[in-house]
C-alpha cells in the first residue's frame, strides 16, 4: 500500500529530517511510529499526503508517486491528522468542519449528516456540534481533527500524535477505533511517544532516530528491547519494567494485562513458599 | 521562601503558608451554557506540589487559566468566587504582575512562541523585567541545560518539531523562576525520556526552590511519585483532593479517565485476589513495588 524507497528530506533551511528511510507497509496494516523529539516522525507523515515531497527518493502511496500527484488526488487516499489538530480547522462550528471535507467529496447530503452526528458521537463532542472549533479544549481539539478523518475514512490514515490531551477512557475508544478502521482494511499510521497506550495496541512498532528507521517490529520485539528504546530516548511501559525486575522469583519480562501479572506472581510465591 | 525544603524538614507543605486560595470559584466562558468550573475551593501551600487529573474538558485548563489571571482578564465571561495568587486578587490585578507570581506553559506551545530565535524568546520577558545582562545569560544556559536543548539555541522556533517547541516554551517560563509554576499537560509532545528528565527539572525547583508546582496530566506514572496531592475534577468541579497513594488505594479512578501507574493497577489486582501478598499501601513506582516482594520472601 505505502512504500518509501530510500527517501530523503531536507527543509529549506537546510535540516536533513529524513536520511535514507525505506519501509513497506501493508493494506490492513497498523503502525506505530516513534523516536525521541526531533527524529522525523512528522515529516515522514506528511510524505503520505504530499504535504511534503522527497528531495531524494520515492514515496509511492496506493499505486501513485507522491511526486506526480497533486495534493488533491492523494487528500482522496490519504487523511492526516496534525500534531497541532487546531492548525487543520477552518470552519465556524465543529459540525461544519466535519462536514466540509464530506461535501467536497460529493457525498449525498443525507449521508453528511448521518455520518457527521456518528463521528462526532462516537468521540463524544455530541454536545458541541455548534461550538466553534477554536474555542474547545486540547483534547477536544485532537478528538475533532481524529472525527473529520473518521467520517471520511481514506484508505491511509495518519495520526500525529493522536493521543494527546486524551485521558484513559478517551485512548481506549481510540484504540478501538483504530481497530475498527483496520477491521474496513484501513492502514493506519500513527506517531506516538505513549509507550503505554502502544503498549496496549501492540501494533508493528517502526522507531526513527535522526532521520533513520534503526528498527522495526512486533511490539514485544521493540518494547522489551531496553538497549533500542534506550538508544533513542524511549523508556520501556511500566510492566515491562516491573516483570523484568521480577525475574529473580522466575517472572519472564511480558506486556501482559496487570490482572495476568498480579496472577502470575502470586503463583510464583506461593510455589516459592511452598518449597522454601 | 526560598531555599526551604519541605521534604528534608520531614513533612509536606502543611505547616506553609497558602500561596493559593480558590474560594467558590465558578466560570462560564461567554457564549456556552454550561459552567467549565462548578464550585471550586482550593487552598495551595507554599511549595506544594499538586498534580490535576480528569477527563479531557473536565475544566483543567480552565482552573489553570483562573490562576493566572488569564480567566477573566483576558476570557470573557461569567466569573463567580474569587482566586487570590500570592495575595493578589486576580480580578483586580494586571496579568503582567500576576504571570510573575504565577508562570504558566499553555497546553499548546504555538501560542507562546513569537521570536526570531530560541535564545530570544527565552531572553524576551526577562528583559522585559529589566533583568541585567549577565542574569540574562544565566538564566538562559540554565533553561537550556535544564531542557536538554542547547543545541537549539539559534535555531528559529517556527521551525521546530512538535517536541521541541514544547520544550522551548516550558524553558522560557523556567528562566523566569516565578513563584508558583503552572504547567498544562507539559509533556504531552515530549518522548519518554525528555518527559521524564522535564519532571526531574520540575521536581528539582521544588524541592531545592520551594517552587509551588501545579501540573495537569494524563500520563502519570513518573509525576505522581513526587506529588504531594491528586486531585482529580469532574465536569468542572474537584471530586477527588488528597494524598495520591490514599486516592489510588481506596478505589479506581477510571471513571474520572485517570490511569494509574500500571504498577498501582497489578498491586490492587494483587490485593483483590487475598492471597500471599498484601499492599497495605500502594505502590506507585516499579521499586517499591519490587522492595515489598523481596521483604516478602526474606
Ligand atoms: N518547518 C521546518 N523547517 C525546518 N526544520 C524543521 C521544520 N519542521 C521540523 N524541522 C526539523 O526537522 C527534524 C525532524 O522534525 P519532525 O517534526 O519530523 O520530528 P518529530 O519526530 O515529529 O518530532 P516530535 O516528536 O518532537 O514531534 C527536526 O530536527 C526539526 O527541528
Ligand atoms: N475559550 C473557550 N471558550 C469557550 N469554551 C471553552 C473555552 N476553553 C475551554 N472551553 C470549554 O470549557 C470546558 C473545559 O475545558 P478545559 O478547561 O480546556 O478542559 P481540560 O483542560 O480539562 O481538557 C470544555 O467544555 C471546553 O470545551
Ligand atoms: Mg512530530
Ligand atoms: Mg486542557
Request: glycine share 8%; aromatic share 6%; charged share 25%.
Amino acid at each position: 500500500m505505502i512504500s518509501f524507497e530510500d527517501v530523503e528530506y531536507v527543509y529549506p533551511s537546510g535540516v536533513k529530517a529524513l536520511d535514507g528511510v525505506s519501509l513497506k507497509i501493508e493494506k490492513g496494516e497498523i503502525v506505530a511510529l516513534m523516536g525521541e523529539n526531533g527524529s522525523g516522525k512528522t515529516t515522514l507523515l506528511k510524505h503520505l499526503n504530499g504535504l511534503l515531497k522527497p528531495t531524494r527518493g520515492r514515496v509511492v502511496v496506493d499505486g501513485v508517486d507522491t511526486r506526480s500527484a497533486t495534493i488533491a488526488e492523494l487528500a482522496r487516499r490519504v487523511g492526516l491528522v496534525f500534531q497541532n489538530a487546531e492548525s487543520m480547522f477552518f470552519s465556524s462550528t465543529v459540525w461544519e468542519e466535519v462536514a466540509f471535507a464530506l461535501r467536497n467529496f460529493g457525498y449525498d447530503e443525507m449521508i453528511v449528516r448521518r455520518r457527521v452526528e456518528w463521528a462526532l458521537n462516537f468521540m463524544e463532542l455530541g454536545d458541541y456540534a455548534e461550538s466553534s472549533p477554536f474555542l474547545l479544549s486540547g483534547g477536544e481539539k485532537k478528538r475533532l481533527a481524529l472525527a473529520i478523518i473518521l467520517a471520511w475514512s481514506p484508505e491511509v490514515i495518519a495520526l500525529d500524535e493522536p493521543t494527546t490531551g486524551q485521558d484513559q477512557l478517551q485512548k481506549e475508544k481510540l484504540m478501538q477505533m483504530i481497530r475498527l478502521l483496520k477491521e474496513q482494511g484501513r492502514t493506519i499510521i500513527a506517531s506516538t511517544h505513549d509507550v503505554e497506550f502502544v503498549a496496549q495496541l501492540k501494533p508493528r512498532i517502526i522507531v526513527m532516530r535522526r532521520g533513520k528507521v534503526i528498527a522495526d517490529g512486533g511490539a514485544e520485539e521493540i518494547l522489551l528491547n531496553e538497549d533500542l528504546l534506550r538508544s533513542c530516548n524511549l523508556l520501556p511501559p511500566q510492566i515491562a519494567s516491573l516483570t523484568r525486575e521480577l525475574g529473580f522469583i522466575g517472572i519472564k519480562p511480558s506486556l501482559k494485562h496487570p490482572r495476568e501479572v498480579a496472577k502470575e506472581l502470586l503463583d510464583a510465591l506461593s510455589r516459592i513458599m511452598r518449597g522454601g | 521562601m526560598l531555599g526551604t525544603d519541605r521534604r528534608e524538614a520531614g513533612g509536606e507543605a502543611e505547616g506553609a503558608p497558602a500561596i493559593i486560595h480558590v474560594e467558590n470559584l465558578s466560570f462560564r466562558y461567554y457564549g456556552s451554557e454550561q459552567y467549565a468550573l462548578r464550585d471550586v475551593n482550593l487552598v495551595v501551600r507554599r511549595g506544594e506540589f499538586v498534580v490535576l487529573a480528569g477527563r479531557s474538558g473536565c475544566g483543567k485548563t480552565t482552573l489553570l487559566r483562573c490562576l493566572n489571571g488569564l480567566i477573566p482578564n483576558f476570557y470573557e465571561g461569567e466569573m463567580l468566587g474569587r482566586v487570590l495568587v500570592d495575595g493578589m486578587d486576580t480580578r483586580y490585578t494586571p496579568t503582567h504582575i500576576l504571570s510573575q507570581a504565577a508562570g504558566m506553559v499553555f497546553q499548546n506551545p504555538d501560542n507562546q512562541l513569537f521570536a526570531l530565535s530560541v535564545e530570544a524568546d527565552i531572553a524576551f520577558p526577562l528583559e522585559n523585567l529589566g533583568f541585567p545582562r549577565e542574569i540574562i545569560l544565566e538564566r538562559i544556559n540554565w533553561a537550556l541545560k535544564a531542557l536538554k536543548i542547547e543545541d537549539l539555541r539559534y535555531r528559529s522556533p517556527f521551525e521546530l518539531s512538535g517536541g521541541q517547541k514544547q520544550k522551548v516554551a516550558i524553558a522560557s517560563v523556567l528562566a523566569m523562576k516565578p513563584k508558583i509554576l503552572l504547567l498544562d499537560e507539559p509533556t504531552s509532545s515530549l518522548d519518554p525520556v525528555s518527559a521524564r528528565n522535564l519532571i526531574e527539572s520540575i521536581v528539582e525547583l521544588n524541592k531545592r526552590e520551594g517552587l509551588t508546582i501545579i501540573i495537569s496530566e494524563h500520563r502519570l506514572e513518573h509525576l505522581l511519585p513526587h506529588a504531594d496531592r491528586l486531585i482529580v475534577m469532574d465536569r468542572g468541579m474537584i471530586v477527588r483532593d488528597g494524598d495520591p497513594r490514599k486516592i489510588l488505594r481506596d478505589e479506581d479512578l477510571l471513571v474520572y479517565g485517570v490511569a494509574p501507574p500500571k504498577v498501582s493497577e497489578v498491586a490492587r489486582c494483587v490485593n483483590a485476589h487475598r492471597g500471599c501478598l498484601k499492599f497495605e499501601e500502594i505502590p506507585l513506582t516499579v521499586h517499591e513495588f519490587v522492595e515489598k516482594v523481596r521483604r516478602l520472601i526474606g
